[in-house]
T-cell receptor, first 113, second 115 residues
Framework: AQTVTQSQPEMSVQEAETVTLSCTYD???????LFWYKQPPSRQMILVIR??????QNATENRFSVNFQKAAKSFSLKISDSQLGDTAMYFC??????????FGSGTKLNVKP | DTEVTQTPKHLVMGMTNKKSLKCEQH?????MYWYKQKAKKPPELMFV???????INESVPSRFSPECPNSSLLNLHLHALQPEDSALYLC??????????????FGPGTRLTVT
């Protein structure tokens, strides 16, 4: 069975600073993808970033980057230059073949002005 | 067009009512999903359709009945619901090709309240 753990239920960061959200997972699979999704309050869930397990290079998307440690089964999200619009629930998700996502419990991020 | 649309946005229904939720996508995706999400919790998978066929049913009670009329549409028929079924119902879609993994695109959800 696959499990995804987000150990930080809630975090706060000052605007313009950097914050890192943690995610660990457990799997015996070798071919899988990892994702970070963002769900702003009362708004749509959107994909922030994805990482293919076979790629050693960490994915980046503008201010968002990941630290993917395959051996440690760790997949953290770093948000640089935090903005008020980054305030949201962030879900880490694992997916292998079979069209099924395994979500973590989420981290609520508050960006303070 | 990278949009998944859902109607209605809000729905209030009594326990004896029958209602339906609708989801639509025009991205050519062949996998579509229903999720249930409670406040401050991750989405819980309910059903997966792959090429218009039901491929995953996560032991959902029969008062929820999914339907996939075509590759762009997904419905969720609701009957005799309980107050604990009140939640945000999310639809998602993704590409679907054997052996490959794709991200899911989510709709805005339908906020359901059962009275």
């Amino acid at each position: 069975a696959q499990t995804v753990t987000q150990s930080q239920p809630e975090m706060s960061v000052q605007e313009a600073e950097t914050v890192t959200l943690s995610c660990t997972y457990d799997t015996s699979e070798n071919n899988y993808y990892l994702f970070w999704y963002k769900q702003p309050p009362s708004r749509q869930m959107i994909l922030v970033i994805r990482q293919e397990a076979y790629k050693q290079q960490n994915a980046t998307e503008n201010r968002f980057s990941v630290n993917f440690q395959k051996a440690a089964k760790s997949f953290s999200l770093k948000i640089s230059d935090s903005q008020l619009g980054d305030t949201a629930m962030y879900f880490c998700a694992f997916m292998k073949q079979g069209n099924k996502f395994y979500f973590g419990s989420g981290t609520k991020l508050n960006v303070k002005p | 067009d990278t949009e998944v649309t859902q109607t209605p946005k809000h729905l209030v229904m009594g326990m004896t009512n029958k209602k339906s939720l609708k989801c639509e996508q025009h991205m050519g995706h062949r996998a579509m999903y229903w999720y249930k999400q409670k406040a401050k919790k991750p989405p819980e998978l309910m059903f997966v359709y792959s090429y218009e066929k039901l491929s995953i049913n996560e032991s959902v009670p029969s008062r929820f009945s999914p339907e996939c009329p075509n590759s762009s549409l997904l419905n969720l028929h609701l009957h005799a619901l309980q107050p604990e079924d009140s939640a945000l119902y999310l639809c998602a879609s993704s590409q679907d090709r054997d052996g490959l993994i794709y991200e899911q695109y989510f709709g805005p959800g339908t906020r359901l309240t059962v009275t």
